[in-house]
């Protein structure tokens, strides 16, 4: 068997993560002959979930789970990752605008992707809670288990012949704007995915498409805005 590999996940004692961590844990993010050491990261009010969470993973007594880091601390979390899924955020609650709540998780994932950037493993691959917000999943099981596919997709590749759905940067192809994270249809190969080119789009769908691309760039206008401090 190979190395354990270190996995972050964010916001792990809440239910996405709480729903997420057992797949992790039985292969279903990197592989069923791939060990990994979870690591853990939740805020101090949600530490005692958090320890929760541990003990029923160590009473799992998963094979493929090595070791556990469940933490408080974002850099103890972020040492030594190579894969993050970052799901820990603050929800809308009724009467919250769209600019506060984007406000305390874009303050959130500043701090999560700086922490990452420099006590991650250099090959780290990180995909933001974002992606998983704006496929509007209606349960924290489906969007678990759908990120753990996401994730397993781009690091082991597409059966030759096939294609996902993926939230990725867009390049402006389909007439998406470029530097839009945006659902396209690609392959993924040795960890990097490239889009499908050339499939026709009817009206219908154009129209839909080119909603979705106004509402992302809508919300990118004003995660910059926040990040600028204007
Ligand atoms: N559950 C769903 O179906 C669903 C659907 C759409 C979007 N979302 C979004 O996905 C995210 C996760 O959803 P959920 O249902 O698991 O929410 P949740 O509220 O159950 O869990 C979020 C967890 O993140 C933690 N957290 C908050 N700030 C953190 C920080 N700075 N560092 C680490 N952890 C932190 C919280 O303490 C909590 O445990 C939320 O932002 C939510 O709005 C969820």
Not at 36 to 43: E, S
Request: hydrophobic fraction near 45%.
């Amino acid at each position: 068997m190979d190395e354990p590999i270190r996995v972050l996940v964010t916001g792990a004692a809440g239910q996405i993560g709480y729903a997420l961590v057992p797949l992790i844990a039985r292969g279903h993010l990197l592989g069923a002959n791939q060990p990994v050491i979870l690591h853990m990261l939740d805020i101090p009010p949600c530490a005692d979930s958090l320890k929760g969470v541990e003990m029923e993973l160590l009473d799992g007594a998963f094979p493929l789970l090595r070791g556990i880091v469940a933490t408080t601390d974002v850099v103890e979390a972020a040492t030594g990752v190579k894969v993050a899924v970052m799901v820990g955020g603050f929800p809308r609650k009724a009467g919250m605008e769209r600019r506060e709540v984007m406000g305390k998780n874009v303050t959130i994932y500043k701090e999560q992707a700086a922490a990452l950037d420099k006590y991650a493993d250099k090959s780290v691959k990180q995909r933001g809670a974002e992606i998983i917000k704006a496929r509007k999943f209606s349960s924290a099981l489906s969007a678990a288990s759908a990120a753990c596919n996401h994730v397993y997709n781009w690091l082991n590749g597409t059966p030759e012949g096939t294609w996902v759905s993926m939230g990725v940067y867009s390049d402006g192809s389909y007439g998406v704007p470029a530097g839009l994270i945006y659902s396209f249809p690609v392959t993924c190969k040795s960890g990097e995915w490239e889009i499908v080119q050339g499939l026709s789009i009817d009206d219908f769908s154009r129209g839909k498409m080119d909603a979705t691309a106004a509402e992302l760039l809508d919300e990118k206008n004003l995660a910059d805005s926040i990040i600028k401090g204007t």
